[in-house]
């Protein structure tokens, strides 16, 4: 479906109207203090977004949720780190869960590919050479994985090997996106 993106913004926003009006927020109302006290990261998959909560009997309010593209954690000074680290120290979560899933996209990610959606889309050639004259390697910014297990355990390093963190469990899991069953990757306890 392609949508007239004024439209869509305006579609969101007379639902949004109608939901506050007619108070069907209230369901939703909760702490901002995760109950379950643990911090999930995991991929932005739109087959993960109900999947996912229901298979972890994961409701509203009882854990920290971050989406990643492929549920990567790429940098131990980054954003989602910082997050993790927020979700640790200020908001009581006391277990980190790094969660992929079969058939991840950013396992047949093309970096060659992007920059051309890039072009395409009125990115130009100047800007790519001078972030790649600069010293930014795009490709491998963009670049995907070849084993999810291999990028959960990753990600599960960065995380573990944080500087910043206390010894607490970081579990590594695969999801099958189908089904929602879990496979442990790696198990926080043993460590």
Known sequence: RVV???SLLREILEHNR???EQKKYEPYLTSKLPSKRYVVVSCMDTRLIELLPASMDIRNGDVKLLKTAGAVVSHPFGSVMRSILIAIYELNAD???VIGHH???MSSVNPKEIEEQMLKRGITEETLRILKV?????????RGFNSVEE???NSVNVIRNHPL????PVHGLIIHPN????????EGYQV
């Open 4 to 6: 007239n993106p004024v």
């Open 179 to 186: 089904t929602g069953k879990l496979d442990i990757v790696e």
């Open 151 to 153: 990028s959960v355990r």
């Open 18 to 20: 109608l939901f506050v």
């Open 134 to 142: 600069s010293g930014f390697d795009i490709e491998k910014w963009l």
């Open 165 to 168: 963190l206390s010894k607490i």
């Open 103 to 105: 058939d991840c996209g």
């Open 95 to 97: 277990e980190v869960f």
